[in-house]
């Protein structure tokens, strides 16, 4: 995906919950962290509760394998670009989660670069 030079949205929704197989793995090109935003729905990832603040549910790790042990449900690998669904937390694993998307030249993104929607 490509959003182009001004503010961009990048929405990662389906209809039902999140399963890798249907979901498959996204790219984003561009992303330009002082102007876009990636959009979480909970219905889609729904391991993250209603309540839970972006803050609550993100974190970052350096490994790929890390990203499976990690608490977190959302999770940002710093070296590669990497955005996990991490859907059963700190079990080994990622549930039905997996790799959603691949942010291109691992831009350094923080929770303020994403929002709830849904």
């Not at 959003?3 to 929704?13: E, H, K, L, T």
């Not at 209809?15 to 219905?43: C, M, S, V």
Request: aromatic share 12%; glycine share 10%.
């Amino acid at each position: 995906m490509t959003g182009g030079a001004s503010i961009d949205r990048f929405i990662f929704n389906t209809t039902q919950a999140y399963d890798q197989d249907d979901f498959g793995e996204d790219r984003i090109t561009d992303f330009d962290t002082d102007l876009d935003i990636i959009l979480i729905n909970r219905t889609t990832f729904t391991a993250i509760e209603s309540e839970d603040s972006f803050e609550d549910v993100f974190a970052t790790v350096t490994s790929d394998n890390d990203a499976a042990t990690e608490d977190a449900v959302i999770i940002y690998n710093t070296d590669n670009g990497n955005l996990f669904y991490n859907q059963n937390g700190s079990d080994a694993g990622l549930g039905s989660g997996g790799l959603f998307v691949t942010l291109d030249n691992a831009p350094v993104v923080g929770a303020d670069n994403f929002s709830f929607v849904g």
